[in-house]
C-alpha cells in the first residue's frame, strides 16, 4: 500500500452508442447524474471514508436512478422479470463479495459487501441470495419498483425480434435501441486502498439464470492495492472469457504499466480475442485514472488525484 496523500475516483453508467442522448436535455440527465454521483463519492471520501465506503455509496446511487440498468433501472428478462448481478471487492487483502441473479433488492451491491462481511463466501446466487438477505435484515422491495415503462418497452421491443439484446449495444440493428448497461465505480483513498464495485440487470430477454461479469471477481471487477481497481461494462460474455479487469491488473503486474497503458493493452486484447463489446474504468495505485471502450461511447466520469470532477460520454 501506498499512501498517497490523494484520492481518486471513477463512476460509470454504461458503454454502448447511446443514440438516445440526441439533444442536450438527455445529455444532462445522465452526466448530472453521473456528476452528483461523484461529488457524493467525493464527500464520503472527504469525510474519511474508505475506499470501499465510496465505492458502495456511489454504485447505491447510481441503482437508485432509474435511467441506469442497475438497481431500480434493472432490464427485464425473457420471463419479464428482473435478475440483478453485483459484486464490490477490497484492494487491500482481495476481500470480494458477489451477488447474482437477486430480484425484490434495491441495493444489490449493499448485498454484495454484506456477502463480503457477513459470510464465508464470495458469491451467493439467486433464492439462496434472497435468504441470506433476509438473515442480515435487508428489507425487500415490491416487484414494481423496477417496472419502468422504458424497461416494459424494451423487452416488447427485444421479443418483437425474437431475440436477446444489450441494453448496451451497438450494432446497428440496434440502433433504435440504444440506453445504458452496467453501472459501475472505482476509488482510491487517500490511505492508498483501492476498491471496485459492480452492478448491473444484465441483457434485455436474456435467458432465465443468466449471469454475467459483473459479479465475477477478475470479469467484471478487480481490485488489488497493488496494481489498480477496475470496473467493467458491455458484452458480460466477452469479459468473462477474456477476464478483462485481471487481465488489465496482470498488465500492471506484470510489464509494470500504468493506467493508461494497461487501460489500453487490455482493449486491444479485447478486441484481438474476442471482438469485444463493452469498456472499462480504471484507477492505479498511484491515482492515475484512464478509461477505454471499444462501443461508440461509455458515460462516465472521473476526479483524478483531488483534482476536478470530469464527466463525459
Ligand atoms: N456487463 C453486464 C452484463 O453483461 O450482464
New binding site residues.
Given amino acids: 500500500m501506498s499512501d498517497t496523500g490523494t484520492y481518486s475516483l471513477m463512476v460509470h453508467g454504461g458503454a454502448g452508442a447511446l443514440d438516445n442522448v440526441k439533444d442536450d436535455k438527455t445529455a444532462f440527465r445522465y452526466l448530472d447524474s453521473i456528476r452528483r454521483t461523484l461529488e457524493h463519492g467525493r464527500d464520503v471520501l472527504l469525510l474519511g471514508g474508505s475506499a470501499l465506503q465510496a465505492v458502495e455509496a456511489c454504485a447505491s446511487l447510481l441503482e437508485d436512478d432509474p435511467v441506469f440498468n442497475a438497481g431500480c433501472g434493472s432490464v427485464l428478462n425473457e420471463n419479464g422479470k428482473v435478475e440483478m448481478?453485483a459484486a464490490i471487492m477490497d484492494g487491500r487483502n482481495l476481500s470480494a463479495g458477489a451477488v447474482a441473479a437477486v430480484d425484490n433488492i434495491a441495493n444489490p451491491v449493499q448485498l454484495a459487501r454484506l456477502v463480503m462481511t457477513e459470510s464465508e463466501h464470495v458469491m451467493l446466487i439467486a433464492e439462496g441470495a434472497m435468504r441470506f438477505a433476509d438473515h442480515c435484515g435487508m428489507a425487500r422491495v415490491p416487484e414494481d419498483y423496477f417496472y419502468t415503462p422504458d424497461r416494459v418497452e424494451q423487452l416488447h421491443q427485444a421479443r418483437l425480434k425474437h431475440r436477446m439484446m444489450?441494453d448496451h449495444d451497438d450494432t446497428e440493428e440496434d440502433s433504435e435501441d440504444q440506453k445504458y448497461?452496467?453501472i459501475g465505480a472505482i476509488a482510491l483513498d487517500p490511505a492508498g486502498n483501492l476498491a471496485a464495485a459492480t452492478s448491473?440487470g444484465?441483457?434485455v430477454n436474456k435467458r432465465m439464470g443468466r449471469v454475467?461479469?459483473?459479479p465475477i471477481v477478475g470479469a467484471?471487477v478487480y481490485a488489488d492495492n497493488e496494481t489498480c481497481a477496475v470496473s467493467?461494462?458491455?458484452?458480460?460474455?466477452d469479459?468473462m472469457r477474456t477476464v478483462i479487469s485481471k487481465t488489465v491488473a496482470d498488465f500492471m503486474l506484470m510489464q509494470g504499466m500504468d493506467a493508461n497503458q494497461a487501460t489500453k493493452a487490455g482493449i486491444d486484447y479485447l478486441k484481438r480475442k474476442v471482438n469485444g463489446r463493452?469498456g472499462v474504468i480504471v484507477i492505479d495505485a498511484a491515482g492515475n485514472c484512464a478509461s477505454d471502450f471499444t462501443t461508440k461511447k461509455m458515460i462516465h466520469g472521473w476526479i483524478e488525484k483531488s483534482g476536478e470532477v470530469t464527466c463525459r460520454f
Avoid: K
Fill in positions: 448481478d444489450l448497461g452496467t448491473t444484465g441483457i454475467g461479469d459483473s467484471g467493467a461494462t458491455g458484452f458480460g460474455e469479459f463493452g
